[in-house]
C-alpha cells in the first residue's frame, strides 16, 4: 500500500522556521507532480507548495517568498523549508500528488503551530 508520511512539525515562534519531510515510495515521486497541503482547524484544506516531477514549483500568493519546496529523490523525500513563519500558518500539514485524481491515501500530517 502507498504511504504518505510527513514529519518535521512543531511550536515555532513567529518569524521562526521550520523544516516538513514527506517520505513516500519511490514510485510516487517519480510518477507525478507533488504538493504540499494545509488544513487549519474548522477550514479546508488549502495547497501551499508544488513541485514537478521537473522540479519546477508554484506556491500561492500567501506564501509570498517564505516557503520552499524540494525533493531528495535517492531517499523518497520531499520538504518544506518554512521561514518567517506567522500564527495563520497554524495547521496540520500534509503531502500528496499535486493533482487530486492522482492523490493515494492520505497520511497523519504533521502539525505545526506558530505562537508565542
Known amino acids: 500500500q502507498e504511504r504518505l508520511v510527513e514529519s518535521g512539525g512543531g511550536l515555532v515562534q513567529p518569524g521562526g522556521s521550520l523544516r516538513l519531510s514527506c517520505t513516500a515510495p519511490?514510485?510516487?515521486?517519480?510518477?507525478?507532480?507533488m504538493a504540499w497541503y494545509r488544513q487549519a482547524p474548522g477550514k479546508q484544506r488549502e495547497w501551499v507548495a508544488v513541485?514537478?516531477?521537473?522540479?519546477?514549483?508554484n506556491y500561492p500568493d500567501f506564501v509570498n517568498g517564505r516557503f520552499t519546496v524540494s525533493r531528495d529523490a535517492a531517499d523518497n523525500t520531499m520538504y518544506l523549508q518554512m521561514d518567517k513563519l506567522k500564527p495563520e500558518d497554524t495547521a496540520v500539514y500534509y503531502c500528496?500528488?499535486?493533482?487530486?485524481?492522482?492523490?493515494?491515501?492520505w497520511g497523519q500530517g504533521t502539525q505545526v503551530i506558530v505562537s508565542s
Open positions: 500528496n500528488a499535486a493533482s487530486n485524481a492522482l492523490w493515494v491515501s
Open positions: 519511490g514510485s510516487i515521486f517519480s510518477s507525478r507532480a
Open positions: 513541485l514537478t516531477r521537473a522540479n519546477n514549483t
